[in-house]
T-cell receptor, first 111, second 115 residues
Framework: DQQVKQNSPSLSVQEGRISILNCDYTNSMFDYFLWYKKYPAEGPTFLISISSIKDKNEDGRFTVFLNKSAKHLSLHIVPSQPGDSAVYFCAAIQGAQKLVFGQGTRLTINP | DTGVSQNPRHKITKRGQNVTFRCDPISEHNRLYWYRQTLGQGPEFLTYFQNEAQLEKSRLLSDRFSAERPKGSFSTLEIQRTEQGDSAMYLC?????????????FGQGTRLTVV
């Protein structure tokens, strides 16, 4: 049972434009959400998080939006840079327990 | 370096052999997680500890897998009688939990190849 889903396996964006990565979840008890970035042969690196009591969190070029009624969150990266090319994972937590990850979206930033 | 450290980075073993991986978490973190990742998939939860107590084990964790965290510091993950299906990246993460959700920080992983 895939509780966290990233339905787009890949995304290609031109440098300088906005990248939007999407994530859907099914468990309404999730109360904390995170985005991780992963390069090949490395562990995931934490990017940004959001609590379920908020609908937006911003950190520099990265903004995460949460729509609880739709059970949907998204990560916006603007402007996109070549170094942003990586696999992005959405993760969710219920009650300070384990993280549940989506399948990942491979983002490619084209010059 | 004060991040999460995993050893070895790579391990090639013959089917049927036992392997053990080590994870050293960030020193002030009381929670430690093990995940497994295969190509094209997100990290899959295996087990986690709060201090030395193992709080949850995934159904994915067969009897051949065992994890320990003596004294609530480093952790080891042992796989007995390895199978080719065990080939994957094994990831360790740690976090500091004080009644609130918080970020988990990952090590660079151990890549296991069973031949």
């Amino acid at each position: 049972d895939q509780q966290v889903k990233q339905n787009s396996p890949s995304l290609s964006v031109q440098e300088g434009r906005i990248s939007i990565l999407n994530c859907d979840y099914t468990n309404s008890m999730f109360d904390y959400f995170l985005w991780y970035k992963k390069y090949p042969a490395e562990g995931p690196t934490f990017l940004i998080s959001i609590s379920s009591i908020k609908d937006k969190n911003e950190d520099g070029r990265f903004t995460v939006f949460l729509n609880k009624s739709a059970k949907h969150l998204s990560l916006h990266i603007v402007p996109s840079q070549p170094g942003d090319s990586a696999v992005y994972f959405c993760a969710a937590i219920q009650g300070a327990q384990k993280l549940v990850f989506g399948q990942g979206t491979r983002l490619t930033i084209n010059p | 370096d004060t991040g999460v450290s995993q050893n070895p980075r790579h391990k090639i073993t013959k089917r049927g052999q036992n392997v053990t991986f080590r994870c050293d978490p960030i020193s002030e973190h009381n929670r430690l997680y093990w995940y497994r990742q295969t190509l094209g998939q997100g990290p899959e939860f295996l087990t986690y500890f709060q201090n030395e107590a193992q709080l949850e084990k995934s159904r994915l964790l067969s009897d051949r897998f065992s994890a320990e965290r003596p004294k609530g510091s480093f952790s080891t993950l042992e796989i007995q009688r390895t199978e080719q299906g065990d080939s994957a990246m094994y990831l360790c993460a740690s976090s500091s939990v004080s009644g609130m959700n918080t970020e988990a920080f990952f090590g660079q992983g151990t890549r296991l190849t069973v031949v």
